[in-house]
């Protein structure tokens, strides 16, 4: 018996849209939206695209007018409701451009639900066009089929931050100096990861941290990782073992 094919197919374009959708909503797209749409794939009238708008969900709509500027959908049916990723901040000292957008995108696709750029003392960065690194997480969100963006935070000074840390979140301070595995510290509930500038922490830092109560030293093997790099592994591991990696992706596979 062929396998039926999944509903909808899984190669429709995929777009977030800031309007809040509702079926029957007609709304129409500009900018890079409908050059995707119109002169990229060139899709007219009839075609379908999914849309979500990080608060109602995602919906199925079919293009009813597409020129070069402008898309006109038509929202038709709702898909799926917004999900909800496990409740994993990322705290990380702005790197230089290129590594800070690439950082963006892999966490956004591994299921963080916050970014926050921490300013340590040896954060070499001082300005973050978060604009652009928004525009990274929503194309990641499109691509990994989330239907949540990861809230993007401006940068806060690290004592600032321990300052008023929320009592019920776990922090996982990545100590390059050496810790707990992670994948046996990492326990469900609020956490957090935090790793340091490609300087590294002062020893004061350090100390301040380790001095939270809800600071855990981990370590993330023995070798010297860069930033994005230790970023990247320190969620997966935490989602491993504590978030949402053991559940089946959310793609509807062939019904057979
Ligand atoms: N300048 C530091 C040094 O040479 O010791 C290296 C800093 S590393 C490039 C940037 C951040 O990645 C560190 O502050 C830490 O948060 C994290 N990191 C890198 N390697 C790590 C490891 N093996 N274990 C835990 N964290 C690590």
């Known amino acids: 018996m062929p396998a039926t094919p999944a509903w909808p197919p899984a190669s429709l374009p995929r777009l977030f849209v800031e309007t809040d959708l509702a079926e029957g909503l007609t709304l129409t797209l500009d900018g890079t939206a409908a050059n995707y749409l119109a002169n990229v794939l060139r899709l007219g009238p009839g075609a379908q695209a999914k849309l979500f708008d990080d608060r109602t969900g995602e919906w199925l709509a079919e293009i009813v007018e597409a020129g070069r500027k ?24 702005p790197l230089k451009r290129g590594r800070i957008d690439w950082l963006v995108e892999k966490a956004t696709e591994l299921g963080v ?11 070499v960065v001082d300005r973050l066009n978060l604009e652009r690194l928004r525009a990274h997480a929503i194309e990641a969100a499109e691509q990994c089929e989330r239907t949540a963006l990861p809230a993007l935070m401006p940068p806060r000074k690290l004592r600032e931050i321990l300052k008023d840390w929320p009592a019920d979140r776990a922090l996982y301070f990545a100590d390059e100096g050496g ?3 992670l994948s046996a510290a990492a326990t469900p509930g609020p956490a957090a990861i935090l790793i340091g500038p490609e300087g590294g922490f002062t020893d004061p830092e ?36 504590a978030g949402d990696h053991g559940l089946p992706p959310r793609r509807t596979a062939c019904k057979d």
């Open 179 to 181: 810790g707990t595995p």
């Open 70 to 93: 402008r898309v006109t959908l038509s929202v038709a049916a709702k898909l799926g409701e917004r999900e909800t990723v496990p409740d994993l901040w990322l705290l990380f000292a």
């Open 113 to 123: 639900d916050r970014l926050v750029p921490v300013i340590t003392e040896r954060t």
């Open 206 to 241: 350090r100390a301040a941290i380790r001095a939270l109560p809800q600071a855990r030293a981990v370590g993330l093997g023995p070798r010297i990782l860069r930033a994005e790099t230790a970023a990247l592994a320190a969620i997966a591991l935490w989602m491993g073992a």
